[in-house]
C-alpha cells in the first residue's frame, strides 16, 4: 500500500521482514511509462540529481540491483550480508542497520516495492525527479536540471503521447504525488496542458474504478 510522505515521497509498506534473513529475491518490477522515461541507476542523471535525495549508499546499491537484474533478468537471489559488506555499511542493529536503511530508502522512493517479506520487486529505471524533489537540490543543481529539461527533444506522435501522459499520470498518483503537483509535473515533462488535465482525471477514475 503507497502512502504519501512530505517532499513528494512515496512510501512502500512492507510485509515484514523476517530476521534473521541472509537471502532475498530480487524480480523485476516493470512499468512501461518508468522503463520508458526513467533513468538507468547507472546514469549520469542519477549520479548528478538522484544522489543527494537517495544518498551514496541507496544509490550504490540500486546499481547493484540493477547488474543484478540485467544478468538475471528473471530474477536473482541477493545475499544480504555481502552486499551490505561490498557497500561498506553494516548489517548489525537488523532493521536499523545502515544496510536496511539504504533497502527501506529504495522502496520509499518508488524504486522498489515487497513482494512479499523475502521477495522485492525493483525498478530497472528511476523516475525523473518530481518537482518537490528538486525544490530539495543545491541551487546550481536545480539549474542544471532545469537546463537539462528544457534541452530534451519533444515527442511528436500524439497518440504515443496521450497514452505515456495517462500512464505517466496513474504511476505519479500511485507514488503518492496529489493531482495538482501531477498535473504540474506532466506540464514540466513537455506534455500539453489540456492533455495533462485530462491524463489526471482518467488517472483518478481509474485509480477509483480499482478500488
Do not use: K, N
Request: proline share 9%.
Amino acid at each position: 500500500m503507497l502512502t504519501e510522505t512530505p517532499a513528494g515521497e512515496a512510501r512502500d509498506e512492507p510485509p515484514t521482514l523476517q530476521f534473521p534473513t541472509e537471502r532475498l529475491t530480487v524480480v523485476a518490477w516493470p512499468d512501461p511509462v518508468i522503463d520508458e522515461l526513467g533513468h538507468d541507476p547507472r546514469s549520469a542523471y542519477v549520479e548528478q540529481f538522484w544522489l543527494s535525495i537517495l544518498g551514496p549508499s541507496t544509490v550504490w546499491l540500486l546499481r547493484r540491483l540493477a547488474d543484478g537484474l540485467e544478468r538475471a533478468p528473471e530474477g536473482f537471489e541477493l545475499d544480504l550480508p555481502d552486499t551490505a559488506r561490498a557497500l561498506g555499511v553494516g548489517m548489525r542493529g537488523g532493521r536499523q542497520s545502515p544496510f536496511m536503511r539504504s533497502l527501506e530508502r529504495v522502496c520509499r522512493f518508488g524504486a522498489a516495492r515487497w513482494h512479499s517479506p523475502t521477495e522485492l520487486a525493483v525498478r530497472r529505471r528511476l523516475a525523473p525527479l518530481t518537482r518537490a524533489q528538486i525544490e530539495r537540490l543545491p541551487l546550481p543543481l536545480q539549474a542544471e536540471h532545469r537546463h537539462w529539461t528544457e534541452s530534451r527533444p519533444t515527442h511528436p506522435d500524439p497518440a504515443q503521447l496521450r497514452e505515456r501522459a495517462d500512464q505517466l499520470a496513474r504511476t505519479l498518483l500511485e507514488l503518492g504525488e496529489d493531482p495538482a503537483s501531477t498535473e504540474r509535473q506532466l506540464h514540466r515533462w513537455r506534455f500539453h496542458p489540456a492533455m495533462a488535465h485530462a491524463a489526471v482525471i482518467q488517472a483518478i477514475e481509474q485509480l477509483a474504478a480499482a478500488d
